[in-house]
């Protein structure tokens, strides 16, 4: 995986909290995970957190709201672990869904909190590289604010990532879509409280990490 690469080959990127779903904490790959992170920080500054539905991350100005899932939440296979998050900066809102699958919509949608937080966001982070199992359109027409939305996905890959049909429904409903086979790394610059100066870009910051979970 991705971040089982970032911590095994320490390649100038130093992690030093690594934030896992609550789903899918006793498999082997999330302890392995574990591991590598301690092997990765070299000191006791590495963390690793348990993250769950209502639990929050602030960085400086950003939030990072935990939308799914639930510790209830049952998952029928590795995606639907995935964490779903919201992030807020200002008046700008965006929507990271990882892996997640249209069952796991299903339930969002069914929870006012985490349907209000879907109905706000302006920017989507399509699901799984946009495969055809997520991003129905039951959930697009929930989240009727949606403005743009970038899929990540390798040229060519051998799922046919993205689908043609979550890309067609995006577009129907007025939703820019930027592909990372076709643009590149997908760059967004925002100035805070300043929404529609929304400017995208193609090709460190740091701030102080606080986790937050509900008393």
């Known amino acids: 995986s ?3 690469y ?3 080959e320490n390649g100038g990127i130093r992690i030093e909290n690594l934030v896992l779903p609550v789903l899918g904490r006793e498999e082997d790959i999330a302890k392995e995970l574990e591991e590598l992170m301690q092997s990765h920080s070299f000191t006791s500054k590495g963390k690793v957190w348990e993250m769950k539905a209502g639990d929050r991350i602030k960085a400086g100005d950003l939030t990072f709201t935990c939308l799914y899932p639930e510790i209830e939440d049952k998952a029928e296979n590795r995606n639907q672990q995935s964490l779903v998050l919201a992030m807020t900066y200002g008046d700008l ?3 990271f869904t990882g892996d997640t699958e249209a069952v796991c919509e299903k339930r969002m949608m069914e929870r006012p909190f985490v349907k209000e937080q879907i109905r706000r ?3 989507l ?3 799984h590289h946009g495969s055809e199992s997520a991003t129905s359109q039951d959930f697009l027409d929930i989240a ?3 403005k743009w939305a970038v899929i990540s996905c390798g040229k060519n890959n051998q799922y046919g990532h993205p689908s043609k049909d979550v890309v067609q429904r995006m577009e129907e409903k ?3 879509v930027f592909v990372t086979w076709e643009k590149g790394a997908v760059v967004l610059k925002n100035r805070k409280n300043l929404t529609k100066t929304l ?3 193609f090709f460190s910051y740091r701030k102080s990490f606080k986790f937050l979970q509900p008393e």
């Open 144 to 146: 009727d604010n949606l």
């Open 2 to 4: 991705g971040i089982r």
């Open 199 to 201: 400017r995208f870009s």
């Open 121 to 123: 966001a302006d920017v």
């Open 6 to 8: 970032l911590l095994a």
């Open 174 to 176: 007025g939703i820019e």
């Open 125 to 127: 982070k399509t699901a």
């Open 93 to 95: 809102n965006l929507l």
